[in-house]
């Protein structure tokens, strides 16, 4: 028998499961929520986003695990579990999530709230005033809107849309024809806000609320004159919303879109949620109306859908229970009017919120006003809704540019507001295209052509998010402005290949998916193995939201086997298990999680001194490499390469506040200052101090 044969690297004990990855995610995302030093209203905001994540892992990520086993199509990942195995983890890991938080709610922030003076007023305590009021409010704004649904032969169950509140009726006595109905559907529409508040003065504080839930209960029985309602209980589902449109069968993308955006409210159930005081029998029926075993049943105690609790944050003027208001640092055009004379000076390095977003909608509103500029090109993938950015390209169509715009339709949830956007820019003359047939356009380029002179020259933005500024204020992302000349036309090429669809020539600087980023990725870290193993010094660090692919995984753990360091900064999903002896007990990995969203992708390799840093718009998994248009660029400047390296590594790595650390079991252990002498690091603090507030 051979002896220290080398460890079998796809061996399924050396990955995490991508979906309980995902689930331990939203469990940092609670702990956020539960942490006493965050303002009341973030931790009631982190509540809700945890509630909201809970939708996408259903609506996404369970879908596609039941629709496998429908289709008997399974999937098996390096991890090594089945669909079936998963999905029963799943489970078990999915209700405990959720009992926490209804646990956190109703024992935690309900009565810290209440403390504050935030009420929320239960039925059971509405004096005789608040039940007037309400019982006004409900016929006059309730009543119009509700269309009971008395459930016989005639009128079968209804078709419940996606995510809605919905409420079961026991109903007994007859109708007005003389039958008899046990049971009805009551929905609320969606226009209708879930929370109420008292009017002033009616309640011990302005700030008393009434859950939208309750009205109804209190008054359902005016649907139904002439019979005895006997229960009524709120209920959710949650349906598989993932798009499923042939592209290699359909002549235009756009139309199919269009069809199929409707039925996203209506795939198959994979969750209901309902109100924990239900009787059995109509859980049951609800149950063999959508197909659904016991093990879908989210029994609640509270709203059924806790993320409508974040208009809460909304509703209450407290700014001493929220985050401090800061302000990004000025536009680099407060300080350079001419940011194209700013940009030929030198690159220019933006961080994301620290520094304002306004420079990127400076350089296409300069960019649209400038006479001499010939052509604008972009991508979008996400953008606001009444985006100026759009304005500005629109505004540049109608002056006579060429404005060539790549939207992505099939960005996830965002299908219908690009869409739009497409309309718009080619109403206004712009050059409009949909990327190419079966690869996401998730790349965020934009190029600028000038004539200077008897010269023609471009400019570029290169970023790590999308281009939106009401996420720019919450989503940490670097974004670079350059006129390097090799790299513009490594911009332009890309630009060429997905209008023309031809063949990727040469790229000097850029790393494209799905043709040379994996493979560059690889090669880059085979390199630092290579440099460990000549005995000199090897680091890896790379920072990004979700690692899964298994190839890249596998190398890292040679690289750790032949001695060099790596460090991960990865904010949600992570499949790599760190500290494993003989395979990764180089490896540290982490998570840092506050009050804005972790999301740059950054690349780092010491190469023995001749250092490389990439930023980039891709994670390292299978979609971003091989299904994905994606591009890593390079920071050639050394001073911004530096600031970097500090900004999203050091700061982060040294952090001790909201970060945690990923153990070989898959578990997360949070970071605490060592000692009583130790000083707090908070990075995300530190960055606003050295970046933000002008």
């Given at each position: 028998?051979?002896?220290?044969?080398a460890p079998?690297?796809?061996?399924?004990?050396?990955?995490?499961?991508?979906?309980?990855?995902?689930?331990?995610?939203?469990?940092?995302?609670?702990?956020?929520?539960?942490d006493?030093r965050?303002?009341?209203?973030?931790?009631l905001?982190?509540?809700?986003?945890?509630?909201?994540?809970?939708?996408?892992?259903?609506?996404?990520?369970?879908?596609?695990?039941?629709?496998?086993?429908?289709?008997?199509?399974?999937?098996?990942?390096?991890?090594?579990?089945?669909?079936?195995?998963?999905l029963?983890?799943?489970?078990?890991t999915?209700?405990?999530?959720?009992?926490?938080?209804?646990?956190l709610?109703?024992?935690?922030i309900?009565?810290?709230?209440?403390?504050?003076?935030?009420?929320?007023?239960?039925?059971?305590?509405?004096?005789?005033?608040?039940l007037?009021?309400?019982?006004?409010y409900?016929?006059?704004?309730?009543?119009?809107?509700?269309?009971?649904?008395?459930?016989?032969?005639?009128?079968?169950?209804?078709?419940?849309?996606?995510?809605?509140?919905?409420?079961?009726?026991?109903?007994?006595?007859?109708?007005?024809?003389?039958?008899?109905?046990?049971?009805?559907?009551?929905?609320a529409?969606?226009?209708?806000?879930?929370?109420?508040?008292?009017?002033?003065?009616m309640?011990?504080?302005?700030?008393?609320?009434?859950?939208?839930?309750?009205?109804?209960?209190?008054?359902?029985?005016?649907?139904f004159?002439?019979m005895?309602?006997?229960?009524c209980?709120?209920?959710?589902?949650t349906?598989?919303?993932n798009?499923?449109?042939?592209e290699?069968?359909?002549?235009?993308?756009?139309?199919?879109?269009?069809?199929?955006?409707?039925?996203?409210?209506?795939?198959?159930?994979?969750?209901?949620?309902?109100?924990?005081?239900?009787?059995?029998?109509?859980?049951?029926y609800?149950?063999?109306?959508?197909?659904?075993c016991?093990?879908?049943?989210?029994?609640?105690?509270?709203?059924?859908?806790?993320?409508?609790?974040?208009?809460?944050?909304?509703?209450?003027?407290?700014?001493?229970l929220?985050?401090?208001?800061?302000?990004?640092a000025?536009?680099?055009?407060?300080?350079?009017?001419?940011?194209?004379?700013?940009?030929?000076?030198?690159?220019?390095?933006m961080?994301h919120?620290?520094?304002?977003?306004?420079?990127?909608?400076?350089?296409?509103?300069?960019?649209a006003?400038?006479?001499?500029?010939?052509a604008?090109?972009?991508?979008?993938?996400?953008t606001?809704?009444?985006?100026?950015?759009?304005?500005?390209l629109?505004?540049?169509?109608?002056?006579?540019?060429?404005?060539?715009?790549?939207?992505?339709?099939?960005?996830r949830?965002?299908?219908?507001?690009?869409?739009?956007?497409?309309?718009q820019?080619?109403?206004?003359?712009?050059?409009?295209v949909?990327?190419?047939?079966?690869?996401?356009?998730?790349?965020?380029?934009c190029?600028?052509?000038?004539?200077?002179?008897?010269?023609?020259?471009?400019?570029?933005?290169?970023?790590?998010?999308?281009?939106?500024?009401?996420?720019?204020?919450?989503?940490t992302?670097f974004?670079?402005?350059?006129?390097?000349?090799?790299?513009?036309?490594?911009?332009?090429?890309v630009?060429?290949?997905?209008?023309g669809?031809?063949?990727?020539?040469?790229?000097?600087?850029?790393?494209?998916?799905?043709f040379?980023?994996?493979?560059?990725?690889?090669?880059?870290?085979?390199?630092e193995?290579?440099?460990?193993l000549?005995?000199k010094?090897a680091?890896?660090?790379?920072?990004?939201?979700?690692?899964?692919?298994?190839?890249?995984?596998?190398a890292?753990?040679?690289?750790s086997?032949?001695?060099?360091?790596v460090?991960?900064?990865?904010?949600?999903?992570?499949?790599?298990?760190p500290?494993?002896?003989g395979?990764?007990?180089?490896?540290?990995?982490?998570?840092?999680?506050?009050?804005?969203?972790?999301?740059?992708?950054?690349?780092?390799?010491?190469?023995?001194?001749?250092?490389?840093?990439?930023?980039?718009?891709?994670d390292w998994?299978?979609?971003?490499f091989?299904?994905r248009?994606?591009?890593?660029?390079?920071?050639?400047?050394?001073?911004?390469?530096?600031?970097?390296?500090?900004?999203a590594?050091?700061?982060?790595?040294?952090?001790?506040?909201?970060?945690?650390?990923?153990?070989?079991d898959?578990?997360?252990?949070?970071?605490?200052p060592?000692?009583?002498?130790?000083?707090?690091?908070?990075?995300?603090?530190?960055?606003?101090?050295?970046l933000?507030?002008g």
């Open positions: 028998m051979q002896e220290n044969a079998d690297l796809n061996n399924p004990d050396y990955y995490l499961n991508r979906e309980l990855s995902l689930l331990a995610f939203n469990r940092r995302v609670m702990e956020l929520a539960q006493p965050v303002p009341l209203l973030e931790r905001r982190f509540l809700c986003i945890s509630s909201a994540n809970m939708d996408e892992f259903f609506e996404v990520r369970v879908a596609s695990l039941k629709q496998q086993l429908q289709l008997d199509v399974a999937s098996i990942g390096a991890d090594g579990l089945t669909p079936t195995a998963a029963r983890q799943i489970t078990t999915a209700h405990a999530l959720v009992e926490s938080q209804y646990k709610l109703n024992e935690s309900i009565p810290a709230l209440r403390q504050e003076g935030i009420y929320f007023v239960r039925r059971t305590h509405w004096d005789e005033r608040q007037a009021w309400l019982s006004d409900f016929d006059r704004e309730l009543m119009p809107l509700l269309s009971p649904l008395g459930l016989d032969p005639a009128h079968p169950f209804p078709n419940v849309i996606n995510k809605s509140l919905n409420f079961i009726i026991s109903l007994q006595g007859t109708d007005a024809f003389g039958r008899e109905i046990d049971t009805a559907i009551v929905q529409p969606r226009s209708l806000p879930r929370i109420i508040r008292l009017p002033e003065g309640a011990a504080s302005n700030d008393s609320f009434v859950f939208l839930s309750s009205i109804l209960h209190a008054f359902i029985d005016r649907l004159p002439g005895e309602v006997l229960g209980y709120q209920f959710r589902l349906r598989n919303s798009m499923y449109v042939d290699e069968e359909v002549d235009d993308l756009l139309q199919a879109m269009q069809g199929e955006l409707p039925q996203r409210n209506y795939g198959a159930v994979v969750r209901l949620e309902v109100a924990d005081h239900c009787p059995t029998d109509n859980i049951e609800l149950m063999e109306q959508f197909h659904l016991e093990q879908d049943v989210y029994n609640v105690n509270g709203p059924v859908n806790l993320n409508r609790l974040m208009a809460i944050a909304d509703l209450v003027d407290r700014p001493d929220r985050f401090p208001p800061f302000r990004p000025p536009s680099v055009a407060e300080r350079h009017p001419d940011l194209f004379e700013r940009i030929k000076h030198s690159d220019v390095l961080h919120p620290y520094q304002s977003f306004q420079t990127v909608l400076d350089f296409i509103e300069q960019a006003k400038d006479p001499n500029v010939l604008i090109k972009m991508t979008l993938y996400r606001s809704k009444q985006s100026e950015l759009v304005k500005h629109i505004r540049a169509a109608r002056l006579g540019k060429e404005v060539t715009v790549v939207v992505e339709l099939r960005a949830f965002d299908e219908e507001a690009n869409i739009g956007l497409a309309n820019l080619q109403n206004a003359g712009a050059h409009v949909y990327g190419v047939v079966g690869y996401k356009t998730h790349a965020k380029l190029l600028v052509v000038r004539r200077e002179g008897q010269h023609l020259r471009r400019y570029a933005h290169l970023g790590t998010g999308n281009y939106h500024p009401g996420t720019a204020r919450i989503y992302d974004g670079l402005l350059t006129c390097q000349a090799d790299m513009t036309e490594d911009v332009h090429k630009f060429h290949m997905l209008t669809l031809g063949r990727m020539r040469d790229l000097k600087y850029l790393l494209e998916a799905p040379t980023l994996h493979l560059a990725i690889m090669d880059k870290i085979q390199r193995t290579q440099h460990a000549a005995g010094p680091l890896i660090r790379a920072r990004m939201n979700a690692l899964i692919e298994p190839q890249t995984i596998s890292l753990y040679q690289a086997q032949a001695g060099a360091r460090e991960l900064v990865v904010r949600g999903v992570c499949c790599l298990r500290g494993i002896a395979i990764s007990e180089n490896i540290h990995v982490r998570s840092v999680m506050g009050r804005f969203l972790e999301h740059p992708r950054v690349f780092y390799f010491q190469n023995a001194g001749d250092e490389e840093l990439y930023c980039s718009s891709a998994m299978p979609r971003n091989f299904r248009v994606e591009v890593a660029f390079p920071i050639l400047d050394q001073k911004l390469r530096q600031r970097i390296i500090h900004e590594f050091e700061l982060h790595l040294q952090d001790n506040t909201q970060a945690w650390e990923l153990q070989a898959g578990t997360y252990l949070r970071q605490q060592e000692g009583e002498e130790a000083a707090a690091i908070n990075a995300q603090q530190q960055l606003l101090k050295l933000g507030n």
